[in-house]
């Protein structure tokens, strides 16, 4: 079912809620502390699960990275390292992720990421993970600290999309990468704050129009300008040269989005002398990208909460319109009039 509501706040948003699985959900999580990992002998972690009624297809992990003992350069790590994870299943199936969390090998980097590609296993039992490296080194050793292991299932895919212009009156210096500050700016930049209705691994596209150079970055738990490296946790080159093998003019993110937790999606400009474009920005996942300060049961968009929301909501159950859905589960049902209830009485 492929759904388009009427405008945002800064933005239009389509829903597309299909039949097919192609989405990963996340159905448990245990933490596992810090691991230490020699790149010459690896670790494993064992971790028991119990209770899933899912079948498993992937796993995830967040955590921070940093490198406990390298060959520096610039204090930052060794350039060359890349870490590896297998999951190996009670059942016996095992699933190699490599790298983990995309460009981890410059700085600390807060990974928060997922990988897929399990028959949907069964999960219930002890999981080994394997944590290696592609290069090792005698003294080489990096941990991922503070870090929490997930397992994830199948889930339909929900699209948001909405249009981002950065804005000449919004400007900053952005990032141009995990722990650095660009000198190419202040540069103009658009930011879309959002939470998601189910926690997942969400895939996040940002196409300019034309091509060109740009970048987009996606910060947890509030953003501000001033200070650009506070709570960014990943990014996403656009220009033609990007080592992740994508066209130039497209910058992706993926990465472990939860339920609950505010998100700000920001692409900005590439540099002060480029022309800022405006770019279709699109956001995959088990949930819906909820934009914040959006107002659910305003069904008509006149800004105000009234009766005639009441029929407007009606006409958009009957046409299985997006603004039905007022529980945010991608689908349009008689459910949507008791959330609708509680929307419209709870005010905006």
């Known amino acids: 079912m492929t759904r388009t509501t009427r405008a945002g706040l800064a933005c239009s948003i389509a829903l597309t809620a299909g039949a097919a699985m192609a989405s990963d959900k996340v159905i448990a999580s245990m933490p596992i502390g810090s691991v230490t990992v020699p790149t010459t002998i690896g670790a494993t972690v064992n971790v028991p699960f ?5 079948g498993v297809t992937g796993f995830g992990i967040i955590g921070n990275f940093t490198v406990q003992t390298g060959d520096f350069k610039d204090g930052l790590g060794p350039w060359s390292l890349d870490a590896e994870i297998t999951a190996n299943a009670p059942g016996g199936e095992s699933l190699f992720w490599h790298p983990i969390g995309g460009d981890v090998s410059i ?29 090792s080194q005698s003294n080489w050793i990096f941990r991922i600290d503070d870090s929490t292991i997930y397992l994830l299932g199948d889930a339909p895919d929900i699209t948001t999309q909405y249009t981002a212009e950065p804005d000449q009156n919004d400007q900053w210096n952005r990032p141009y990468y995990i722990a650095g500050v660009s000198g190419l700016g202040p540069v103009a930049y658009h930011a879309f704050e959002f939470t998601v209705t189910e926690s997942g691994v969400y895939d996040l596209t940002s196409v300019l129009a034309g091509g060109g150079n740009h970048f987009s970055f996606i910060y947890q738990g509030g953003f501000d300008s001033s200070q650009p490296l506070n709570n960014l946790f990943d990014y996403g080159l656009g220009n033609g040269n990007s080592p992740f093998e994508v066209p130039q003019g497209t910058s992706n993110i993926n990465a472990l989005l939860f339920e609950g937790v505010t998100y700000t999606w920001v692409t900005s400009e590439w540099s002060s002398t480029s022309p800022p474009g405006t770019s279709m920005n699109t956001i995959v996942g088990p949930g819906e990208a909820v934009e914040t300060g959006s107002c659910l049961a305003d069904v008509n968009g006149d800004g105000m909460l009234s009766p005639t929301d009441f029929t407007a909501w009606v006409g958009a159950f009957n046409a299985s319109a997006p603004e039905c859905d007022q529980n945010g589960d991608g689908m349009c049902t008689p459910t949507d009039f008791s959330a609708w209830v509680g929307n419209f009485n709870a005010g905006c």
Do not use: C, K, M, R
């Not at 119990?50 to 899912?54: F, I, M, Q």
């Not at 807060?110 to 290069?135: I, R, S």
């Open 50 to 54: 119990s209770g899933l009624t899912e």
């Open 107 to 135: 700085g600390d980097y807060p990974l928060q990421d997922g990988t897929t590609g399990l028959p949907e296993v069964d999960g219930n039992g002890t999981w080994a993970f394997d944590f290696t490296a592609d290069v």
